[in-house]
């Protein structure tokens, strides 16, 4: 692909195929050159059977083959469309075979992105508008996706990261729950406060909603609403007052998808997918303070064209930097850290690090990663102090952490799990040479680090570190430090020394 060449998308969502044609600028920046959508049931197939029924697998390869020779048009090679997959796919047993066959005819490479990820490519869409939004940063906000398959939501206190989810409830899988003759607006409604009550519980212990004043909706729903009664700012997004967003889906409440069809021009499954996107709106918003809907006017395919402009994986991950140590910050308090000691031990980690660069050959993304498991390295003291690497470890498995995918929440548990303790046998456990050799040399970096700080108290102050061709050595401003610390780094420095191949010492 030359550069200035134009650029595609494709989206193999729940209930359609989209794409997107765009021109990439600098920073982030591009301009949407041409789009395309086609109705296609994956979902319906996938939340009832468990697989992509025949006939629907047929209908999606035409219409992606019908898109191909669209592209042909722009001068965009299969080989080159950037091809992401969702719920529907992330779910269905026959995915892998799906995926083969679109590359094997089509030449077209599907990546099936995790939920999590889905919400991280949809803050790359929305974050540069709403970094122009005053009350974005000023207030504590909600941004939420729902989806066919799933609802992506992100929480905010005045503008940084505080957690981050995908739920498995999608306009589809709902519709699949309530049988077709009890879909009046009351069995919908239940069904939504059924599903999202575990949800809520667990947002108010992380930032109460009721504290929430800026609520962003994402989607094609909201989209919809926002043409009908929102206004539209000069920035790419809209604004719907509370009142006139309940108003409409009090009026919509009425209508069947046949209705809606004739009255607003939509697609079946458009219209038959809008008040159950609306109705998990609706009750996210009253439980939070906020007066009106924005609503940002981009989808997960503009956060991958986002992610394409801004280039290299480093600058990348510059742009959720901030929010991925936030996010890491939040999740130890929730686990009731002692976050003063957490830091601690992240900055002396992170300096032996970087005084090791010439010896390790790792890069920015393994510095994050290491800081990601010092700040989050006690958190299994929140199940119990026995083992808490155990417990700490599984935590982090288990936990959604912004801008970290399940492979990259594993590395940072099996950091965690080799943080204390016998390292041994629990390092033979991974079965991948490279992934094993990355995990020794960040663990054993943490673990001196976690040495330095073993009262808790932040009484070693370093001053510097020096590397020799047999030792590393790590200086104190007053002096060798505590014998705590020093009979800690000798009990933790030996994977160290196997590692690195040099003795740790503190002078």
């Not at 609520?215 to 929102?230: E, I, K, T």
């Not at 996107?277 to 989808?299: C, G, M, Q």
């Not at 994050?368 to 690497?389: K, Q, S, T, Y």
């Amino acid at each position: 692909m030359e550069k200035g060449s134009p650029v595609a998308v494709l989206d193999i969502g729940t209930i359609a195929l989209r794409l997107v044609v765009a021109q990439l600028f600098p920073k982030g920046e591009f301009r949407i050159l041409d789009r395309a959508v086609r109705n296609c049931p994956l979902g319906k197939d996938v939340f009832e059977t468990g697989r992509i029924g025949q006939e629907t697998m047929l209908a999606a390869l035409q219409i992606l083959k019908d898109f191909c020779e669209l592209l042909s048009g722009w001068g965009i090679p299969p080989q080159d469309v950037r091809v992401i997959a969702t719920s529907a796919l992330r779910e269905a047993r026959n995915s892998d075979a799906f995926v083969e066959r679109v590359e094997r005819e089509l030449g077209l490479r599907i990546k099936v992105v995790e939920g999590i990820e889905q919400g991280h490519l949809t803050y790359l869409a929305v974050q540069k508008g709403l970094s122009r939004i005053k009350e974005f940063a000023r207030t504590n906000a909600l941004i939420l996706e729902v989806g066919g398959g799933s609802t992506e939501i992100m929480v905010f206190k005045r503008g940084k990261m505080v957690s981050s989810h995908s739920l498995n409830l999608g306009t589809v899988r709902l519709l699949k729950q309530v049988p077709g003759t009890l879909r009046e607006w009351s069995r919908l409604e239940h069904f939504v406060r059924e599903a999202i009550l575990g949800i809520w519980e667990l947002l108010n212990s992380e930032l109460p909603l009721e504290r929430i004043a800026t609520y962003v909706a994402v989607g094609g729903d909201p989209r919809f609403v926002a043409s009908r009664v929102g206004r539209r700012e000069k920035l790419p997004f809209w604004r719907i007052s509370k009142e006139g967003f309940l108003t409409f889906l009090h009026d919509l409440k009425d209508l069947s998808p046949e209705d809606c069809v004739r009255k607003f021009s939509l697609s079946f499954a458009e219209a038959e997918n809008l008040l159950p996107a609306l109705l998990i709106h609706r009750e996210f918003l009253l439980s939070t303070a906020a007066d009106e809907l924005i609503v940002p006017d981009v989808s997960i395919r503009e956060g991958v064209l986002v992610g394409m402009a801004l280039g290299s994986e480093v600058e990348r991950e510059q742009e959720f930097y901030p929010q991925i140590i936030a996010s890491a910050e939040n999740l130890a308090r929730k686990f009731s850290s002692d976050l003063s000691h957490a830091l601690f031990v992240r900055d002396l980690a992170l300096t032996l690090f970087d005084a090791l660069s010439s010896l390790h050959g790792m890069d920015s993304h393994d510095r994050l990663v290491l800081e990601v498991a010092a700040i989050l390295h006690d958190v299994g003291r929140f199940v119990h102090p026995e083992r808490h690497e155990v417990h700490g470890a599984y935590l982090v498995r288990n936990s959604d952490l912004f801008g970290f995918s399940k492979g990259e929440l594993e590395v940072a548990a099996r950091v965690i799990e080799l943080h204390r303790g016998a390292w041994v046998e629990r390092i033979r456990e991974i079965s991948d040479p490279a992934v094993r050799f990355r995990v020794k040399k960040l663990a054993s970096l943490l673990r001196v680090a976690d040495a330095l700080d073993r009262s808790h108290r932040q009484r070693f102050v370093p001053a510097g570190v020096e590397v020799t061709e047999r030792e590393v050595l790590v200086r104190s401003e007053s002096g060798a430090g505590g014998e705590g610390e020093a009979l800690a780094l000798r009990e933790k420095g030996d994977l160290f020394e196997e590692v690195w191949g040099r003795r740790i010492r503190l002078v």
